[in-house]
């Protein structure tokens, strides 16, 4: 069973930064891509940013240029730099992992980690 554990969040204010960590219980490097999500009290899930197995990022408009994710295999831990922090990135941010096979494709969660950018 894969397991994924969130860590980094925290308290901070307006154009401070955090980095966000997921660690994985296998080999990251047999997901598809990985990937961080956050949900707003009131709001659906989004997803923030995404890496696939080759490298390939995405990143929702509203993280353009001030958020980078990136992934370390070695350590099987994805990384998700947030700097230039607004208070409407307040969310908890949760990891995710795809994994496609011919039996189908499985998502995997972590169990979030809250982020609050605040004065």
């Known amino acids: 069973q894969v397991q994924l554990v969130e860590s980094g969040g925290g308290l901070v204010q307006p154009g401070g930064s955090l980095r966000l960590s997921c660690a994985a219980s296998?080999?990251?490097?047999?997901?598809?891509?990985m990937g961080w999500y956050r949900q707003a009290p009131g709001k659906e899930r989004e997803l923030v940013a995404r890496?696939?197995?080759?490298?390939?990022?995405n990143y929702a408009d509203s993280v353009k240029g001030r958020f980078t994710i990136s992934r370390d295999n070695a350590k099987n831990t994805v990384y998700l730099q947030m700097n230039t922090l607004k208070p409407e990135d307040t969310a908890v941010y949760y990891c995710?992992?795809?994994?496609?096979?011919?039996?189908?494709?499985?998502?995997?969660w972590g169990q979030g980690t809250q982020v609050t950018v605040s004065s």
């Open positions: 890496i696939t197995s080759g490298g390939t990022t």
């Open positions: 296998g080999s990251i490097g047999s997901f598809n891509a």
């Open positions: 995710n992992a795809v994994s496609t096979s011919g039996w189908g494709t499985s998502n995997y």
